[in-house]
Every structure is written in structure tokens, then in C-alpha cells.
């Protein structure tokens, strides 16, 4: 049974990816959108996998019991 603060680790493979951040503001005030759908409640990280070899993938850390189920379907969990 999760704990209302764990968290767990993701990934999400996406198609188109939009990222709107001030340099002198937090994370948290920035926008993220992810195949057109913004990343937000329940999102404690996220990390821009690019490899020449690979697919691009954001790895994200996220709170289960916080995050809308429309996010939760693009999560592939147990991401190393």
C-alpha cells in the first residue's frame, strides 16, 4: 500500500515534447507539455533522456496517489 508521500519512477516515451521555463524562476513555474497534454500535479521531477542510439524519453518521478489518471496512462513504470 503506497504512502500518500512515496513516490515512484518513469518513463514516458512521447512524440512531440514543449518545454517553457524562466531562468531566474523554480521548476514549478515553468510549463511542460508532453503529446500536447501539460505535466503538473503530482510530478516531482523530470529528466530528458537523449541518446544518438535511442529513442528520446522523459524519465519522471511522480506521486501515484497525486497524479491525474490522464498522466498516469502515459507512465511506463519501473523505468531503472
Known sequence: MLRKNDHRRGE??????SLKMTGNKPCCYGEILVNQMKLGKGIKSVKLHLNAADIPILIVEYLPNSTPKEL??????DCP
Do not use: G, S, T
Not at 514516458?12 to 515534447?17: A, G, S
Open 72 to 77: 498516469l496512462e502515459l507512465i511506463k513504470d
Open 12 to 17: 514516458i516515451i512521447f512524440d512531440e515534447l
